[in-house]
């Protein structure tokens, strides 16, 4: 099966989306691994963040909002265990059982992004099926839903989760949204460092100390940000390509080369801008403040500090100073040793940057 970097990733293709070696230029630090939520909420437990796979039974959740009240949030869904965990800011406020797709019918791991959201849906390829509560990740039919959960995968390939879960999942989630499905167990963990994305680090007296050196400019070198004024943005960084692009609402705004020293993968990682800013300014652009960023670690063994990425990506500098001014909170920044395709950057079904011009589906 093709690998679609940004897109649907069968279970024996891409288990997730990388985000490595941008991690260091980002301030990234830190790799976990992943867990998930009641018919009737509870008192705030104060294991809440210890709360494992195995902890609920099937059509069980946990929903503690109050957490965190506010910023981007980010749904994580293990497979293997079927278990969902809901983070907002970095905080984790709530955790599910799910059933995701059953046997021929599997569920496509990747990291998507919510397309869609329709309080009240109903399949077009499954006639008559309900889909309460939708968040769509596919234009193809992969959705999150209220449905039945009988303990094991029982879908045609969607995430069903408890209905009253599924409400309250729904009034939190923002169009745009991130969502990270993998086979094996990654906890995200909040950065504390902080990062200026792929800003080359700049000494105190206001010199670039690492002077980018990047791939020759070519031809399809371009920063066209008018090319789609809002939306959500997405950046990939493909280590294969050695190249950066970056997509705003589905389109493509921006994309450049880079250099990459040293020998050696960098995984497969995937990061969430999240709200706020600390007081010190960053280490790596001084005149820019610090950010935090959320990291999921797709790959076993991959290097958590995000160091590798400063350390060996190079990025040019007027370049980097753009993205580093058109992120906001909510931003999702990939990094993978795949190459990026035509395919990959079609903006048709390839989910976390399709745009609104895109035919129905559902399933």
Known sequence: MTRRILGRMRRAAMPFLAAVPLAAALGLAGSAWLLAAAADAKPVPRDLDLMMPGDLKAGEYRWHPERSPAGPVVVVINVDDQFATIYRNGIRIGVSTVSTGKTDHDTPTGVFTILEKKEKHESNIYKGAKMPYMHRLTWSGIALHAGNLPGYPASHGCIRFPM??????????????????????????????????????????????????PAAASSTDFWKPEAAPKGPVSILLSAKSRRLYVYRNGVAIGEAGVTIAGEGTFGERVYTLLEGRKDTPSPYVPDKPALAWMAVSLAPGAPASGEDIRARVQVPEAFARNIYDLITPGTTLFVTDAAATAETRSGTDFTVMSSDAVPEAGK
């Open 164 to 213: 009253e879960f599924s409400k309250r999942l729904y009034s939190v989630t923002d169009r745009g949204g991130t969502v990270v499905i993998a086979n094996g167990k990654a906890d995200p963990a909040v950065s504390a460092a902080s990062g200026a994305l792929l800003v080359p680090e700049v000494q105190g007296d206001g010199k670039t100390g690492r002077r980018a050196t």
